[in-house]
């Protein structure tokens, strides 16, 4: 399961309107979001062409590493067709009886995928059809070790630079800062996912920051990224920023134009040097944390 993405410019609007549950954004906010996209290479789209590459690359490392079973993967989407729904309805279809369910996203919040969670046992519900879930795979040590590879590489950017003079700046969505009281455990388990990378790479010089907040009159997580470039700039004089979007898995919009454009754009005008570790996709190891994740429910092991 993920989060969707509209699939050209023509989507974007039924797209937003969905996540606004039937609320159309308004010509000034479609225009902002259609040239978001337009900047990303033109509205090149990729974060469908990486899910759908991600499902057919778990599928294959399944069957490789487990040929007792046969495993066939399917995709539902939180915002775009094909719909959660669709998902397990289609399985139904083709006489599975027995699902697992995992979510392209390492960590757990009743208000992400604790939702996709609900959605499919919905479904599941109303039909002849047994499904078990995974919550989190937030420190399954070979994603720590991917993850550590990719900030390796970034820290290498900056040669002859000390690694203690480099910031590195751990990220993800922000949620509504509601979470906080309900016991939810999205933040302790990015925090934990930011610390065994940096054992793993032995880096000190880092802190957390949070993207994509909604605009509502509701508080969100913060401080939000871009807030504290601007504050290190000015308080702590950084000039050397490594940016590792860890609550992302994939190309797309928060990561392509968020960083790669409006944080870089800052980072310039701030005199800063401003890398981004690169995304997951469908990286080798990153397909491992997913098969071991769904075998772990079956008793047996991929690593």
Known sequence: MSYG????????????THIRRGNPPSPEQLKE????????VGGVFPLRENTNNQ???LQDELNLAYPEYEFSCYQGLK???PFIEDGVSRMVEDGITEAIGIVLAPHYSTMSVGTYI???QEVVDEQEISMKFIQNYHLHPLLIQTLAIRLTDALAKFPGTPKDEIRVIFSAHSLPA???EM???YVEQLLETSRAICAKTNVTNWQFAWQSAGRTATPWL???????????????QIKHVVISPIGFVSDHLEVLYDIDIEAQKLAQELEMHLERTTSLNTDSLYMKVLADSVLGLLGVSVQ
């Open 5 to 16: 993405t509209p699939e050209s410019l023509e989507q974007v609007e039924a797209y937003y």
């Open 33 to 40: 979001l259609k040239d978001r996209y337009e900047a990303i």
């Open 55 to 57: 499902v057919q690359a």
């Open 79 to 81: 915002h775009a067709y």
């Open 118 to 120: 609900k959605r499919a």
């Open 178 to 180: 509601k979470i906080l």
């Open 183 to 185: 016991n939810d455990p």
């Open 222 to 236: 913060g401080p939000d990224i871009l807030d504290v470039l601007k504050s290190l700039s000015a308080e702590e």
